[in-house]
């Protein structure tokens, strides 16, 4: 049976990697998660102070971006791959609101971006994969077979994101939250290289009012019929 490439763009907070996740569990495909390696340099730049509320080095950066490199390893607990920075597992760390409060200015470096679509495409050469971000259907794989496009309204993501924080122990407020939502999508949608547009061919997913399930169900039955067109 062939095998096909899947593509989940959107905003933040659509529950695209959670979907994703599954979705490869379920097809037996890899799962890459493009979004956590925007937050591993993220995570990098801020323990190496290039990037603080009012100051970001990019020079500086890009100039240490040979010293930054990303992999996945597979948990075995967890049914899934977790993001390493130069061989520390960072899956907790990139998760944090700070990092959140970063990433779409690291995204926003065209060298950043260039390097990881690389490794990202890498990691699809041979299709059977699964992945979500902003720009995977229209630069990483403007050929895949399949492109879906999450979205929901601001206030939905942070109340998702919120109770997400909070289960995790973290001290956050709602307004917080939905301030970075905002400011997110914004940065997203405006910056010059690779700003979050939705494929021509892409079908579009609103899951403001669409449960965890409900979402999977339809998303796999999509991704099963188009694997049977393929085929």
Known sequence: MNKITIAIDGFSSTGKSTVAKRLAKALGYVY??????????????????????????????????????????????????????????????????????????????????????????????????????????????PDAELKLFMTASAEKRAKRRYDELIERGDDVSFEDVLNNVQTRDYIDSTREDSPLTMAEEAIKVDNSNLTLDEQFEFILKLSEDKISECN
């Open 32 to 141: 890459v998660d493009s979004g956590a390696m925007y937050r591993a340099v993220t995570l990098y730049a801020m323990q190496n102070n290039l990037i603080e509320k009012n100051c970001f080095d990019k020079h500086q950066l890009i100039e240490q971006l040979d010293n930054i490199q990303i992999s996945f390893k597979f948990n075995d607990n967890l049914g899934f791959a977790e993001v390493c920075l130069n061989g520390e597992n960072v899956e907790k760390n990139i998760r944090t609101l700070e990092v959140s409060q970063f990433v779409s200015q690291v995204a926003t470096v065209s060298e950043v971006r260039e390097q990881l679509v690389l490794q990202q495409q890498n990691f699809g050469k041979h299709k059977a994969v699964v992945m979500d971000g902003r720009d995977i259907g229209t630069v990483v794989f």
